[in-house]
Every structure is written in C-alpha cells, then in structure tokens.
C-alpha cells in the first residue's frame, strides 16, 4: 500500500523568504506520480506541481519547484520568495501509474502542513 | 477551464436522515472520486468511478453508497447520516489514462447533529 508522510504540522515563513515543506513518500511501484495541492482557508484544493518518478529533471511552476529524491522517497515543496496569499494548507499526494494496467488516478494524501506567512 | 461542481458549500442535517451530495463536472472525465476531509487525516477516498455505472470502493466506504448514472455527475449517499459524518467533503475528477492532477469541487462542510 502507498503512504505519504508530512511530519510538518505547522510551518512559519517571513515574507520574501523560501520555506520547504517536507513529504516522504512509501511505495513498492516503479512507476508512480507525486503532486501537490494547495487549500487556503476557503476550501478549494488547487494543484501546484506533478513529478513522475521518471522525471530526471526536478518539476518547477512558477515560483514552486519539487526537490524530488527518489532514492530517499522524498519530494518535498519549495516556495521561494513567499507571499502573504501562500497561508494555506498544502498536501502530498501520489498516484500509482499502474494500478492494474490502467490508471484510475487515485491519489493517496499526506496529512497536510499549514504554511502561515508573516509580513 | 475545467469546472467541478458541489451543490452545496454548507449543510446541516439529523441523524437519521438520508444525505445527497452532488457532484458535476464538464470537462467529460471518465474518472471521479469523493474525498472526506478530516483535522490531521488528510483527504480519505471514499468512492470512486471510472465509467457512467461503475464503482469502486475507496478506503473508508463504510456508511456511504454512490451513484453515476451520467458521466459528468457523481452522487455520494449518506444512507442513515451519522454524527461521526461530519466532516468537509470534496469530489474531484480527471481524465483517464493520463498524468493529469485531479481538479476538485470547493467542498462541501457537512454538519450532522
């Protein structure tokens, strides 16, 4: 069975710094995606960023990037030069590539870290 | 832009009674799903669905049943609602076959008292 771990339950940034934002990941499959969502306090879960366990090349959108490390299984959230809207809570989550021959993409989340961003 | 739909952002309801959430969504998905969302549990997959009359269980199914009879929309049924079903509850869908993120609905905060 896949799990994600956020040990992060709470995170504290100044505005303008960079935070990472920890997930490891656990998972007997080769081919696998990992993504992460943000849900400010308003509720709706907006994605961020994919990496495919066969991406060489760490994932970057913007002002996120994923510090993916495959052999620790971990891929974790950095925001550079942090904003006062990026307060929210942010989840990991994977999906097996492979469930079956098909891919139905169930996703598998962490627990969630809240980011608060001070001015 | 793809859009994902909840009927309702806030409910309240007994205990006892029988709940309809609903879900639409128009970007012709094949896949859907319905999520709770708890304090320090993340998001749980009750129920998803691949194809119009198919679904799957997720990993707490218990207390609820689900229903597609049309390919944009996703029903999840609290047969007897019970207390410990209040939570925020979140459908989402994506296409099949794809490494396309999930998109989700808003979210609906359910309270059963």
């Known amino acids: 069975a896949q799990k994600i771990t956020q040990t992060q339950p709470g995170m504290f940034v100044q505005e303008k710094e960079a935070v990472t934002l920890d997930c490891t990941y656990d998972?007997?499959?080769?081919?696998?995606?990992l993504f992460w969502y943000k849900q400010p306090s308003s509720g709706e879960m907006i994605f961020l960023i994919y990496?495919?366990?066969?991406?060489?090349q760490n994932a970057t959108e913007g002002r996120y990037s994923l510090n993916f490390q495959k052999a620790r299984k971990s891929a974790n959230l950095v925001i550079s030069a942090s904003q006062l809207g990026d307060s929210a809570m942010y989840f990991c989550?994977?999906?097996?590539?492979?469930?079956?021959?098909?891919?139905?993409?169930?996703?598998?989340f962490g627990q969630g870290t809240i980011l608060t961003v001070h001015p | 832009d793809v859009k994902v739909t909840q009927s309702s952002r806030y409910l309240v309801k007994r205990t006892g009674e029988k709940v309809f959430l609903e879900c639409v969504q128009d970007?012709?998905?094949?896949?859907m799903f319905w999520y709770r969302q708890d304090p320090g549990l993340g998001l749980r997959l009750i129920y998803f669905?691949?194809?119009?009359?198919?679904?799957e269980k997720g990993d707490i199914p218990e207390g609820y049943s689900v229903s597609r009879e049309k390919k944009e929309r996703f029903s999840l049924i609290l047969e007897s609602a019970s207390t410990n079903q209040t939570s925020m509850y979140l459908c989402?869908?994506?296409?099949?076959?794809?490494?396309?993120?999930?998109?989700f609905g808003d979210g609906t905060r359910l309270s059963i008292l």
């Open positions: 989550a994977m999906r097996d590539l492979n469930a079956g021959g098909t891919s139905y993409g169930k996703l598998t």
């Open positions: 998972t007997s499959d080769q081919s696998y995606g």
């Open positions: 990496q495919g366990s066969y991406d060489e």
């Open positions: 970007m012709d998905h094949e896949n």
């Open positions: 669905s691949y194809d119009v009359k198919m679904k």
């Open positions: 989402a869908s994506n296409r099949a076959y794809s490494n396309q993120p999930q998109h």
